[in-house]
């Protein structure tokens, strides 16, 4: 049997350079990944700032637009019910009068007028749904005020951080946005005025609130809430 052939030194170095190179390509498409997986971190991070002053400013400007439609519906609904009970209590009271002096035929006639528009005010006012609307948007508005708080309580109180050091979003986060998420699918629908009017901030005059504020804020490691 014929000894295998032995590979020349120089054979030899030629495979010890294209290992090496092979390695060498390795190291480098991992580093590669390491550096292009941090820098998307990075990224992410950079971004954070930005996408939590969205959010605080979408759930403020929710709370406030649904409390306001909800005193208007309210207020409407109220109004309608309080018109619709005084032609009712003047239609009984027209009836009454009637029974007892058969000669006003005209107050018969007032009497069946109010009662057609009392009628069709009961089925205006059905049909508007003032009061449901106004339970609706009292209750999105209160989700909205409870993540409101708990986004201050996190955010602005405790500094809790949104990613944690394996770049996880925490738990806590993780909840209020799901909650988040969920208020927005069921929140019924902001008029662009009303939202426009509720997203303008309010000029206050300063308090000794507003510079302890100012003063939480510049340890803030996020950039400060509007």
């Known amino acids: 049997v014929a000894e295998p052939e032995r590979p020349t030194p120089t054979q030899i170095s030629a495979l010890k350079h294209a290992v090496k190179n092979l390695a060498d390509k390795a190291t480098a498409a991992t580093q590669a990944s390491v550096l ?3 820098a998307s971190e ?23 637009a649904h409390d ?32 007892s002096d058969a000669s ?43 993540l409101w708080t708990r986004f201050d309580d996190m955010h602005g109180m405790r500094r809790l951080p949104y990613m944690d050091e394996e770049a996880r979003k925490q738990q806590e986060w993780s909840d209020w946005f799901k909650d988040y998420q969920d208020a927005i699918d069921t929140s019924p629908i902001i008029a662009p005025a ?29 950039q400060p809430l509007a």
Do not use: M
């Open 36 to 38: 292009k997986r941090q």
């Open 68 to 99: 306001e439609l909800c005193r208007k519906f309210r207020f409407r609904g109220s109004v309608l019910t309080l018109l619709v009970v005084t032609l009712n209590t003047i239609v009984t009271s027209a009836i009454f009068s009637t029974i």
């Open 42 to 64: 990075l990224q992410v991070q950079s971004q954070i700032p930005t996408t939590l002053d969205g959010w605080h400013k979408v759930i403020r400007t929710s709370s406030i």
């Open 194 to 222: 009303v939202w426009d009017r509720a997203a303008k901030p309010k000029k206050q005059p300063p308090t000794a609130t507003t510079y302890i504020d100012h003063a939480l804020a510049a340890a803030n490691p996020y």
């Open 104 to 146: 006003r035929s005209w107050l018969t006639i007032a009497a069946g007028t109010i009662s057609v528009l009392s009628a069709v005010l009961t089925s205006i006012r059905s049909a508007l749904g003032y009061e449901t609307l106004a339970e609706s948007h009292r209750s999105s508005g209160l989700r909205y005020a409870k």
